[in-house]
């Protein structure tokens, strides 16, 4: 039957992709879900390569040496606190709205350093991004499990990474190049959302309560939030490996040119080229996860095991050819990685709960991030070096995959 961007059909079964996705209006739905998503990533790399000159800039301001560092940081802590909230204010308040609102105070507060002159009002400008990031990247990838079923919605998943992997680096360099017009010109770059507001208010309509997906169970609408509990403790485990995850995630692009430094390479355009080459087998990997998706969750294991190998390969370099064939074999299992614990949390929710899990879920990737570096600045104190550190995770990491497998193998037991 002939779907509207309105009225859209039933969610089917997991193993079917969902008719809907040839649908135009569908697809332009994603296109603004893909660039809503990105809108996180503007604000965590675009005014990286600036904060030497804000630095600058506010030298005589106290303690300027760690303001500034955490005007870039405070971002994704702030996400990382407020998405569980996020998702309960989604999942009462309804996706559209909220995603709109969010989309459009992102422009605000996000430009505010264009005419801020104090540091400190200029970091809390910051923090209120992320509060708006929080709301946008929790609707966007709520609206996207709404949308869309099995999988379908599996592969928008995986785009939504690989979109994810390509800003970062176009932002980073576009941050640059902006840069060279004084320190608050990238600033500027906050305020395109207001040109994603006004369609997302006229594409984004809500989409209507989603019908359980689950094989054999009979088609209607699922439970609303108050007639069950919210599941817990089937999604506390995906979101504890999420936060491991996160970690395992971020450690190349964070520390690769620390890693190379020890290495003598300090050349910023040959760092530059070893980072965008790993960030394009981030893009492979999660390009790959798209293709395989009916079949991607049983390779958890082996996907935690790969990133273990290129973690290996990099604490024992030598020389910088190897570190970093090392990072690209890493951010190969990364790229397949994130897509893959995303639609792990998302398959374990209903339409009333995907707010509020999608939040839990966001929140928890996101303090990954956010602790990334301090673990690794904790373990590197503890076993003398960065290099050793990356050593400890790719043996921790391995560990987490050996768990998996086994935790797998075991019998599910016989009911009566």
């Known amino acids: 039957m002939a779907t509207t961007d309105t009225d859209l059909p039933a969610a089917p079964a997991p193993t079917a992709a969902a008719p809907t996705a040839s649908v135009p209006g569908l697809r332009l739905k994603a296109v603004l879900l893909m660039a809503g998503s990105c809108l996180p990533i503007l604000g965590a790399v675009l005014i990286a390569p600036v904060l030497p000159r804000i630095q600058d800039h506010f030298a005589a301001t106290p303690g300027a040496e760690a303001l500034v560092p955490v005007a870039l940081t405070i971002p994704a802590l702030a996400l990382a606190l407020l998405a569980p909230f996020a998702g309960v204010l989604i999942d009462r308040l309804g996706r559209h ?10 422009a605000f507060v996000g430009t505010a350093p264009l005419w801020l002159d104090s540091l400190g009002a200029i970091v809390a400008s910051r923090a209120l991004v992320g509060v708006a990031e929080a709301v946008i990247m929790t609707c966007c990838t709520t609206l996207i499990g709404d949308y869309w079923s099995g999988r379908t919605r599996d592969r928008y998943l995986a785009l939504q990474t690989i979109c994810a992997a390509v800003s970062a680096t176009a932002f980073f360099a576009i941050g640059g190049a902006v840069g060279s017009a004084g320190w608050r010109a990238p600033f500027w770059a906050y305020a395109v959302s207001l040109l994603l507001a006004p369609l997302m208010a006229t594409v984004l309509r809500p989409a209507p309560k989603a019908v359980a997906d689950a094989p054999g169970e009979p088609a209607g609408p699922v439970d609303t939030a108050a ?10 485990p995906t979101c504890g490996l999420t936060l491991f995850g996160a970690v395992v995630f971020y450690t190349v692009p964070v520390e690769t040119s620390y890693l190379l430094d020890d290495l003598g390479v300090t050349a910023p355009a040959a760092i530059g080229a070893a980072t965008a080459l790993a960030s394009a087998a981030t893009v492979a990997g999660a390009a790959g996860f798209a293709r395989f998706t009916g079949r991607a969750q049983r390779f958890l294991p082996h996907v935690l095991a790969l990133c273990a190998a290129g973690f ?3 604490a024992v370099a030598d020389r910088a050819p190897l570190l970093v064939a090392g990072a690209v074999v890493n951010c190969l299992g990364t790229g397949v990685l994130l897509p893959l614990l995303l639609t792990r949390a ?9 707010g509020r899990g999608t939040g839990l879920w966001t929140a928890a990737f ?21 290099a050793a550190a990356v050593g400890v995770l790719a043996a921790a990491t391995a560990l987490v995959a050996l768990g998996i497998h086994l935790k797998d193998r075991r019998p599910v037991p016989a009911t009566a």
């Open 97 to 106: 709205r909220l995603l709109v609102g969010a989309t459009v105070a992102y």
């Open 227 to 236: 007639e069950r509990p919210f599941p817990w403790r089937r999604l506390a």
């Open 366 to 386: 996101f303090l990954g991030e956010f602790f990334c570096p301090l673990v690794l600045l904790a373990a590197s104190a503890l076993v003398g070096g960065l």
């Open 312 to 314: 290996a390969v990099m």
């Open 346 to 354: 998302m398959a374990l929710l209903d339409h009333a709960d995907r």
